[in-house]
């Protein structure tokens, strides 16, 4: 009997330990290595994408057997479209959440130049039935993503959660600033928890084949030219994907608090914005170097000018997320770049 009850009582105990915690985009980049790290944490994880042919589906399928093969019967996945209200619905009736990550939009700065009605859709659309969602079901905190291309040509640095971002370059850019004042209104409407988080580049294994590191890893292995836009001047501040994974675990744990008191980003309701950066803006020219010795061979540099939507740097203040969230990156890009290479060649059986 005393085992028994021992047990009961450890059960209750591991189930205010273990959240519930619904992933969106959970097939996309971050999505799928955040959903890795949940579940080997304890959490019970449910994951759901449209698998969208934005980039290649299959390595969204990829991704989703990956977790599945770590996470075992800890992650839930169903392809479902959150732009979609009578999909979301239908896919989510069932289930009992208690905090949300929302990774999932429609992302690429170059693209939203192409298909704009994409941005509306997936960030807009997507992200109001999101809000809706934690309302309906009063959820204890939604982390969703935002990005440093808020920040648009600002030219103060580092880029701060207080410095004032109503220039967008993008349409991209327009839809996670739009998101951030949505969340606002409903933190403000509803007293929906919330937190906003300003990627800044992020890279590393199972990224992104739309994305520069990628791109350029690729065609420097095949031998063929690289684009370098902006000839060759732009800074980014590029951030490995276990530090930002780090980032998100620690603000989905500890939800800002709904007591009046100012928080990041200049919101006294339960809704704090965060930079999640490397806090070290790199030449483009320095990181194409670290790939070439990664790779083993010179790339041929292709100069071209500055490309329309783009910013000419990003450069995240992080002072915020140390001090509230411990958050500290631990990847500099000459470790991190040569992870992503030597993923990358596996990945492709190179
Ligand atoms: P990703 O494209 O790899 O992942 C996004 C996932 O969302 C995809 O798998 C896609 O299929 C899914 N998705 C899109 N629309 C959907 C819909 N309507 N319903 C269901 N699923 C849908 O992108 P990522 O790099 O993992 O980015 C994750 C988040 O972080 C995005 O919000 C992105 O805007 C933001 N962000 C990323 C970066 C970066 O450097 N990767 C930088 C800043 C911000």
């Given at each position: 009997f005393e085992t028994s009850m021992l047990e009961k009582l450890l059960d209750r105990f591991r189930g205010m330990m273990t959240k519930r915690i619904l992933v969106t985009g959970a097939a996309g980049f971050i999505g799928a290595a955040l959903c890795v790290r949940l579940a080997s944490e304890g959490h019970r994880v449910f994951g759901i994408d449209n698998l969208n042919s934005y980039y290649d589906p299959q390595l969204k399928r990829d991704r989703l057997s990956e977790i599945e093969a770590i996470a075992g019967e800890a992650f839930t996945f169903s392809q479902c479209d959150f732009a979609d209200r009578a999909s979301f619905a239908n896919c989510l009736a069932d289930l009992d959440i208690?905090?949300?990550?929302?990774?999932?939009a429609q992302p690429g700065v170059r693209y939203s130049l192409e298909n704009p009605h994409a941005y509306i859709e997936a960030n807009i659309v997507g992200h109001l039935n999101m809000l809706e969602f934690a309302r309906e079901r009063q959820v204890e905190h939604l982390v969703y993503a935002s990005s440093s291309?808020?920040?648009?040509?600002?030219?103060?640095?580092?880029?701060?959660?207080d410095d004032r971002v109503d220039?967008?370059?993008s349409l991209y850019a327009a839809t996670k600033k739009a998101d951030e004042l949505m969340s606002e209104t409903y933190a403000h409407l509803y007293r929906i928890p919330q937190t906003g988080l300003r990627f800044f580049t992020v890279y590393g294994?199972?990224?992104?084949?739309?994305?520069m590191p990628w791109i350029f890893t690729a065609k420097i292995l095949r031998g063929e030219p690289i684009p370098v836009f902006n000839h060759g001047k732009m800074q980014r501040d590029f951030t490995f994907i276990d530090d930002i994974v780090s980032g998100i675990v620690a603000c989905l744990g500890s939800p800002p608090a709904d007591d009046g008191t100012l928080k990041p980003?200049?919101?006294?309701?339960p809704h704090a914005i965060y930079n999640i950066g490397n806090n070290r803006p790199e030449q483009l020219l320095d990181v194409i170097a670290i790939i070439e010795r990664a790779c083993g061979r010179k790339a041929e540099i292709e100069m071209l000018p500055m490309q329309k939507g783009d910013v000419p740097r990003t450069y995240a203040d992080i002072e915020a997320m140390e001090r509230d969230h411990g958050y500290s990156p631990t990847t500099p890009v000459d470790v991190g770049f040569p992870r992503f290479v030597e993923w990358f060649k596996s990945y492709h059986g190179i």
């Amino acid at each position: 009997f005393e085992t028994s009850m021992l047990e009961k009582l450890l059960d209750r105990f591991r189930g205010m330990m273990t959240k519930r915690i619904l992933v969106t985009g959970a097939a996309g980049f971050i999505g799928a290595a955040l959903c890795v790290r949940l579940a080997s944490e304890g959490h019970r994880v449910f994951g759901i994408d449209n698998l969208n042919s934005y980039y290649d589906p299959q390595l969204k399928r990829d991704r989703l057997s990956e977790i599945e093969a770590i996470a075992g019967e800890a992650f839930t996945f169903s392809q479902c479209d959150f732009a979609d209200r009578a999909s979301f619905a239908n896919c989510l009736a069932d289930l009992d959440i208690s905090r949300i990550a929302h990774l999932g939009a429609q992302p690429g700065v170059r693209y939203s130049l192409e298909n704009p009605h994409a941005y509306i859709e997936a960030n807009i659309v997507g992200h109001l039935n999101m809000l809706e969602f934690a309302r309906e079901r009063q959820v204890e905190h939604l982390v969703y993503a935002s990005s440093s291309s808020v920040y648009g040509g600002n030219e103060k640095v580092p880029f701060s959660v207080d410095d004032r971002v109503d220039h967008p370059f993008s349409l991209y850019a327009a839809t996670k600033k739009a998101d951030e004042l949505m969340s606002e209104t409903y933190a403000h409407l509803y007293r929906i928890p919330q937190t906003g988080l300003r990627f800044f580049t992020v890279y590393g294994p199972w990224g992104r084949p739309d994305m520069m590191p990628w791109i350029f890893t690729a065609k420097i292995l095949r031998g063929e030219p690289i684009p370098v836009f902006n000839h060759g001047k732009m800074q980014r501040d590029f951030t490995f994907i276990d530090d930002i994974v780090s980032g998100i675990v620690a603000c989905l744990g500890s939800p800002p608090a709904d007591d009046g008191t100012l928080k990041p980003g200049g919101s006294t309701k339960p809704h704090a914005i965060y930079n999640i950066g490397n806090n070290r803006p790199e030449q483009l020219l320095d990181v194409i170097a670290i790939i070439e010795r990664a790779c083993g061979r010179k790339a041929e540099i292709e100069m071209l000018p500055m490309q329309k939507g783009d910013v000419p740097r990003t450069y995240a203040d992080i002072e915020a997320m140390e001090r509230d969230h411990g958050y500290s990156p631990t990847t500099p890009v000459d470790v991190g770049f040569p992870r992503f290479v030597e993923w990358f060649k596996s990945y492709h059986g190179i």
